[in-house]
């Protein structure tokens, strides 16, 4: 009986340890800057990193709502910069609900390294965190725009990352992506642009388009519509819409929106060369025909289907000859998968692959397939 008691004691105690304990860390909201999304900068003259963070302050009433401040802060590192913050604000700077990181096209072009560093290290970074790259002048200027859909910039920013997939001209890179691109052999890392556009008066951010790395060392961009090129050779590619121009006898333009992509990369060694075949094949529906010309019959789907092929296959090719001429810089991962599927000839090429990649032969096939219920409906004709 006294062991049972003993025991029971025990368990008791126990339970008490587990429900009553309490977070070690624990900080109220109101001692702390709720940092929704950050910007560095830096001035070359002082050599020293600028720190553009956008803060979320929730507001108390009947509704939930938030305003947002941006405040900026120097420093010798970028860690240095943080803590000058407190003297800024007071308050310490809480990264758990930061969900942008906007580097500028310098710092990019110098190496994301350091930069990256910081946040990898903190453990109040998530490393899901959105990475993008400013096509402004200053990283800045992006949490400095103003619109009406979100309370904040990192708000707008972060919605356009998770609805890339209807887009697909810009690949949505978190801070684990990028930093497991920039690790592995034979892949190149790209980062989403952004740059700032006017709409009804507001000067909002807009994603499109990719900054190209080679290492840590932004080497240039790719525009949007190279960018779905790049997604679709990746397979990648899961929507998005191709603009098929001058179809049959009427020039007539034709929207193909993607239903859904496969791309089979192979690499191919003749010769003592390495031939890299690809092979796509694209189900789209059409959502619009700009022009009367009947492309829903048979023989009009079939003059559609060739000059889509041939546009979609011509996109990919400039894309290629874009990474290999002028970045020398494989985002496509061709050297990955040649690692994966030879790895004898892998370990031969790779101390070569930058030169190898530039004169790689390419093969391209593309297959589209034309589904979807509007093939039912015939163009728009107007009487005479």
Known sequence: MKNIKIIIL????LLYVIVLTGCWNYREINDMNII????????????KYILTTEIIKPMAGQEFKMEADVISEEGDSLFDAVRNMIIHSGKRGYW????VFIISSDIAKEGVVPVLDF?????EVRSDIWLLVSKEKTAKEILEGKTKLHSTISAHLEDKMKNEKSISK????????FLDDLSNEGISPVIPAVHMVKKKGDVVPEICGSAVFKKDKMVGCIDGMQ??????IKDELKGGVFVIEDVGEKNTDVSLEVFSSKTKVKPVLKDGNIIIKIDSKIDVGIGEIMGEEDLISEKGREKLKKQAQRVIKNQMEDVIKKAQNEYESDIFGFGAIIHRKMPDTWKEVKNNWDYIFKNLDIQINVQVNIKGSALTSKPIKVGD
Do not use: N, P
């Open 10 to 13: 025990i368990f008791t105690i």
């Open 36 to 47: 929704h999304g950050a910007a560095v900068d830096k001035y070359r003259e002082k050599d």
């Open 96 to 99: 758990s609900h930061a969900k």
């Open 119 to 123: 946040i990898t290290r903190d453990a």
């Open 170 to 177: 810009f690949k949505e890179i978190e801070l684990y992506q």
């Open 227 to 232: 960018t779905r090129s790049m997604l679709l």
